[in-house]
């Protein structure tokens, strides 16, 4: 485990990040594109999943995306992959993954 920082070195270096944090530095569930953009090669290779399937009580269930074309740091764009739909692959070949920034997105399966 690393050295442990002063109270007063953490609160110099929280002084210095904005009030509100970049996308690529926030954890919370956003539209697609914003989650995928925090990832390296834009978040190729994740598992993401909309965060009201597990509301509905959806479980199992996630998107593993294979292609992204984002825009404007991750506000905009499109993303593709193939959908695991309650432990069952429903996709034969990659598709356009609808929904990408109407919903809330999280990464994981739901």
């Known amino acids: 485990m690393g050295p442990k920082l002063p109270p007063n070195a953490t609160r110099a270096i929280l002084s210095l990040l ?5 996308p690529s530095l926030q954890s919370r569930p956003a539209t ?9 090669r834009d978040g190729v290779g994740q598992v993401v999943h909309q965060c009201r399937w597990a509301l509905k009580g959806i479980h199992g269930s996630y ?12 506000k905009h764009g499109k993303a593709w992959g193939r959908l695991v739909w309650k432990g069952k692959m429903v996709s034969k070949s990659e598709e356009l993954i609808p929904g990408s920034l109407k919903y809330s997105w999280t990464t994981g399966s739901s």
């Open 63 to 74: 998107w593993q995306v294979t292609k992204t074309k984002l825009k404007l740091e991750g």
């Open 32 to 40: 697609l594109c914003q989650v995928l953009s925090r990832y390296p």
């Open 18 to 22: 904005p009030k509100e944090l970049p």
